[in-house]
């Protein structure tokens, strides 16, 4: 039998605030600290290197702690087996799939959030009002109507998944929300053959099945082959399905192909489809006058998703959807219990718009960290910098062209190069196995990060150049090291 607590009194009621707050002060300075050092001289390490034995097993083979240790202990552990070991993604040689750098701004607007725990679902205060802001700036910049719907979500994964979401409800053609898919006949959605994998997650999440989602062969460019396209939808409503939604992706993971997206809304006008564009990393161009034009058309969706944690530089997690049909966006989520109902004055006066606009209720403050970082740096001089990325994956090409052996793999439409090593009088298995060998070299030598990916069927090497910290010193490293390790493998 346990003891009763002894009942509460002014000196031993509990909480987990420090104890002695300038103790607390001090070790809370002195990660701040660490972390921006950390920042600061991450180009004096290597982007990457295999966790030592220790570090795993630690990590590994911890008791769950039920007594407290402390906040030094604890914070010692994190700095020797955690800090130091991620996948290198903040360092100026990371070319690594499309992934986000982060911001010393967006650290502390991160730290600044998790310190108000601002609760998202509305409500009537400061947060919300800045999220709302946050969103008509994103429409202003990616050429929707300021007055457009949309919510911040964890990813582009998320945001894309809402947008079609919606696009289902809005063009279902019976009540989805009552009866399910129960109550019309089989909804279909078009996208290329390289649609990001959230798109088949979506619709089989959905209950549709992956089938329904239609994958139109890419022309050699890789963007969506619009005549094929329409002979899908013409072929599936002359069989009794009822097609909803045409995918168009702005920047495809693989190769940074850009369909020609005022084709697709051509498409979807004459056809009544609803027109959803994936532009996870590739919207982001939109911020650019100079790169906009790659991304026409794009003002044309019904829905557009992109994240601010890879081409926006933020840290993680931050990604918008945007919607121009507010009724159809709230009509596909809003839901009020009764303990929610908007009074119309206090703290719960203008309800809770944004858990009317996705699948979370409670929701952190997001938007802190884009509403600082577009304020403090500007929306010009983020701009400049993805146009700096543009123009570094395009010397890489070049430079790389004139390497002997290396081979483009797809053209470089905005800031991804693929490309391999082809030497005459070896095999295609040869050469890809000769590709793969090189990249992990390269990888596991500290050269850079750079990822492998397959077009055409065969082993690429993908640079990705989505990074605010690169210079073009980073990237002739990464040509030194490249002709380097073939050299190596070649005697
Ligand atoms: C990264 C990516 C996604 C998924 O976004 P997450 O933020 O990783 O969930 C979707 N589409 C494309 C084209 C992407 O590059």
Redesign the pocket.
Known sequence: MTEHAPAPTHSTDLTLDPNDWAEFRTLAHRMVDDSLEHLRTLGDRAPWQTMPGSTRETLSAEQLPREGQGDDATYAQFAEHVLPYTNGNRHPRFWGW?QGNGTPLGMMADMLAAGMNAHLAGLDQAPKLVELKVIGWLAELMGFPTDSSGVLMS????A?LVGLAVARHARAGFDLRADGLHGGPPLTVYASSEV?S?AQKSVELFGMGSASLRKAPVDASLRIDVGALESMIAADRASGSRPICVIG?A???NSGAIDDLNALADVCAREKLWFHV?G??GALAALSPTLRPLVAGMERADSLAF?L??WGYLPYEI?CVLVKDRAAHEGTFSVTPSYLTDEGRGVIAGGLPFADRGIELTRGFKALKVWMSFKAHGVDAIAAVIEQNVAQARELAARLAKVPDVVLAAPVSLNIVCFRFAPSGLTDEAQDALNKEILLRVQETGTAIISGSKIDGRYVMRAACSNHRSTWADFEQLLTGLERIRGELAS
Do not use: L
């Open positions: 499309i990813g582009g994964t998320m894309n990001h959230w992706t920047g495809t993971v994936d996870a990393f994240d944690h890879k990604a």
